[in-house]
């Protein structure tokens, strides 16, 4: 009886290891699949003529926006804003202020990472 049951718990036990090692094994590929950032694209902000904005609509990562401040016969830059990243369902632009006399031009969006 005795062996019975030593043999019985050795099997669960292997069975037990497989099936953790299968979902362990599947766990960081899953993480690995996620995409860098994708659907990006730049504008300037609907709130603030003066602020430049990057948005990527999918994906995981980070990204920049970038562009020439331009004011009365003056263009300036390019400069870079701040960063922007998205993590699960947790997110953020990247922003870039000109000040209240200049305006965004030449924006795209740069360095998106995954």
């Given at each position: 009886m005795n062996k019975t049951r030593t043999r019985?718990?050795?099997?669960a036990s292997?069975?037990?290891l497989t099936a953790s090692g299968v979902t362990l094994g599947l766990a960081p590929a899953a993480e690995a699949a996620a995409p860098k950032p994708?659907?990006?694209s730049a504008y300037v902000s609907h709130e603030d003529i003066h602020d430049a904005v990057a948005w990527c609509s999918?994906?995981?990562?980070?990204?920049?926006?970038?562009?020439?401040?331009?004011s009365a016969g003056r263009v300036n830059g390019p400069y870079r804003g701040s960063k922007g990243w998205r993590k699960g369902a947790t997110e953020a632009a990247s922003v870039l202020d000109c000040g209240t006399n200049a305006w965004p031009i030449n924006l795209k969006?740069?360095?998106v990472s995954g």
């Open positions: 019985a718990g050795v099997f292997a069975i037990a994708t659907g990006c999918k994906g995981n990562g980070t990204w920049y926006v970038q562009a020439d401040c331009t969006v740069v360095n």
